[in-house]
Structure formats: structure tokens, C-alpha cells
């Protein structure tokens, strides 16, 4: 059961580039990168989901160096919308150990 | 995307009452579902894991005959609080996986106050 740990909160300024890391030293070979935002009183939402290297959308960009230990999901220019609580989450393609959430990192957005 | 959602959004109760939360896959069938129950400033914890036509396996620490949960079809999986309390005010959080896919597609979740 790959733990993941994240710093538990972040504060920016409105525009500016965010850099979350989400450490997973015992992520196993099989296992993928997901990272879920979520909102106060909603469920979580899908942002991003990667292996390895680089991963790019619309919202966000996942990098994941060489040994994947760890992961940064960055978010370019934020604004006041993107404060939420994010988390990210590891697990095979088919098992469930990927249902596990950590404590997330709470962004706060500011003016 | 995947929608998934929950009914009722949210619920208030009397001590001592049932309540049913349901949670359905809009525009996909799901194999499997989750519940999560999430209090305040803290994280989505694991209650169950739903498979259609068979026993939900629970997490260590919950009460089966107290969160009852049934996956009748592939669309619909439902919660129920039983004898609720106090302490069971929390928000109720379901997901659905499409079959072979890491994916979860997150309801809106529920909010339950216990009186």
C-alpha cells in the first residue's frame, strides 16, 4: 500500500505558477499518479493522471522524475478559484489500493 | 466525464432514524463503487467498497449492520444509516469505477446531520 505525503497547506498570489509535491517512496511498478482537487461540500475532482515523466492538460501539468518517489502536480497562474484541497493518490490500474487518500494539501489563493 | 450522483444532497435527521443515501452512474455502468465519509477539515476516509450482486467489503472499523450497502445494478449502489447518532453526522461521499480503469468518478456528495 503505497502512503503518500503532501506538505498540509499553500499560500500564492493570484497568477502565479504552483508546484505541489506529493512524496510515494514505496510506489510499486505497477502503480499510476492521480491527483484529485476537491471544493468544500463536493466530491473530488480527476485533474491529472500520470506514470512517468511529464503529463500535461488543460489545467495541469504532472511531472514525475526518473525514480518516481515523488511527483509535483503544477498548476500555471492560479486564480481565486483553485483554492482547494488537493491530493494525490497512487495505486495500480486495476487494485485497489489507490482509494486511499492522504491528508492533501489545502492552496489558498490569494488576491 | 463520468457524472455520478447522490441523493439527497442532504439530509437531516432524528437520532434513532434510518437514512438511505443513493448514489447512480449517470452514462456508464460501474462495476464497482465506493463510499467515503469525510468530517470536517479532514480528509475522505474508506468505508466500503460495492460490487454489483455481491456483499460490499468493508474497511476495518466499520460497522456492517450500521452502514448497510447494496449494489442492486450496475448503476445504483445505496448507503443506510441505521439508528443513526450524532456522531454519524458527517459528509457521505460515493465514487464509481469503470471496470479495469484506476479512475474514480466522485459524487457530489451527501450531507448528514444527526439531531
Known amino acids: 500500500l503505497a502512503k503518500t505525503t503532501q506538505p498540509i497547506s499553500m499560500d500564492s498570489y493570484e497568477g502565479q505558477e504552483v508546484n505541489i509535491t506529493c512524496s510515494h517512496n514505496n510506489i510499486a511498478t505497477n502503480d499510476y499518479i492521480t491527483w484529485y482537487q476537491q471544493f468544500p461540500s463536493q466530491g473530488p475532482r480527476f485533474i491529472i493522471q500520470g506514470y512517468k515523466t511529464k503529463v500535461t492538460n488543460e489545467v495541469a501539468s504532472l511531472f514525475i522524475p526518473a525514480d518516481r518517489k515523488s511527483s509535483t502536480l503544477s498548476l500555471p497562474r492560479v486564480s481565486l478559484s483553485d483554492t482547494a484541497v488537493y491530493y494525490c493518490l497512487v495505486g495500480d490500474l486495476t487494485g485497489a489500493n489507490n482509494l486511499f487518500f492522504g491528508t492533501g494539501t489545502r492552496l489558498t489563493v490569494i488576491p | 466525464g463520468a457524472v455520478v450522483s447522490q441523493h439527497p444532497s442532504r439530509v437531516i435527521c432524528k437520532s434513532g432514524t434510518s437514512v438511505k443515501i443513493e448514489c447512480r452512474s449517470l452514462?456508464?455502468?460501474?462495476?464497482?463503487m465506493f463510499w467515503y465519509r469525510q468530517f470536517p477539515k479532514q480528509s475522505l476516509m474508506l468505508m466500503a467498497t460495492?460490487?454489483?450482486?455481491?456483499?460490499?467489503?468493508?474497511e476495518q472499523g466499520v460497522e456492517k449492520d450500521k452502514f448497510l450497502i447494496n449494489h442492486a445494478s450496475l448503476t445504483l449502489s445505496t448507503l443506510t444509516v441505521t439508528s443513526a447518532h450524532p456522531e454519524d453526522s458527517s459528509f457521505y461521499i460515493c465514487?464509481?469505477?469503470?471496470?479495469?480503469?484506476?479512475?474514480?468518478?466522485f459524487g457530489p456528495g451527501t450531507r448528514l446531520t444527526v439531531l
Open positions: 452514462d456508464f455502468q460501474a462495476t464497482t
Open positions: 465514487s464509481a469505477r469503470l471496470g479495469g480503469y484506476n479512475e474514480q468518478f
Open positions: 460495492s460490487n454489483e450482486g455481491s456483499k460490499a467489503t468493508y
